[in-house]
């Protein structure tokens, strides 16, 4: 499966200098697939590669591991609980000197709110940023907080709203008319609205092609922990496997 958002963080840890990183996620497929997506363009050295149990709770063993490597930094899938703990036990076991880098998802804003002050510093990236400058955007984000009690979206709240608004432009392009599943299929591949995450379009094999930006997790003016958006880090990325899939948008 195509893992681009680790794939824009193996170029960022290469744009960071970090010459000599460990990578550490759960000991299943998924987890082996975002190590390997951060390989992928990641040009450095792996010192450690390092598989946890899926669920795991306490990592005090994987931090000593950490610890005695010495990296320049740790790029880190462990997707719900598991990156809560990690988070706060890294930090608070003292290498928080060490930069973590992170999926989009692994640093977003429920995480964000889960974790507290241990977030600050936290390189991701994502296809999507509360201040990413697109059409629409802002208005999203601030209708979204207005409802949420200011509680920023996440990254999946954005996606959500990207696939209403499509569908809704989907369904106005064939004048209501969804029983042709043939032209709403059509309408819905030209992707023609306005994506609250910048530029959008379909591949040959219908993965987006779209930018990733890197986000960094800071306070913003009233104190509040959340991402600020650093950089585009991949313009217009096709996912890795496009080139395997010819055919498939005829």
Known sequence: M?????????????????????????N??????????????????????????????????????????????????LPAAMG???????VGGGLKDIPLIAPGF?????????????MLGILNTAHW???????????????FRKKYDGRYPTVYAAQAYDTIMAMD???????GKVGDRAAVLAALK?????SVRGDFRYGPNQ?????????????????????KLVSTVMEKHQDAYVGECKGMGK
């Open 2 to 26: 195509p893992r681009s958002y680790d794939e824009a963080a193996g170029k960022v840890a290469n744009e960071k200098g970090y010459r000599n990183m460990v990578l550490i996620a759960p």
């Open 28 to 77: 299943y497929p998924a987890g082996k697939d975002h190590l390997n997506g951060f390989k992928r363009f990641y040009q450095g050295a792996v010192k450690d590669e390092i598989y946890t149990k899926v669920g795991q709770i306490d990592y005090a063993a994987e931090i000593a591991q950490i610890r005695a490597a010495k990296p320049d930094a740790v790029y880190f899938f």
């Open 84 to 90: 809560i703990n990690f988070i706060k036990q890294y």
């Open 106 to 118: 692994s640093a977003d804003q429920d995480v964000i709110a889960a974790v507290g002050e241990p």
């Open 129 to 143: 940023a509360h201040d990413l400058k697109a059409p629409g955007n802002a208005e999203f984000v601030a209708a």
């Open 169 to 175: 432009a989907a369904v106005r392009a064939v004048g």
């Open 190 to 194: 030209k992707a023609d609205f306005k």
């Open 207 to 227: 993965f987006p092609v779209q930018n990733y930006y890197l986000r960094v997790v800071e306070k913003d003016a009233s104190g509040q922990l959340t991402n």
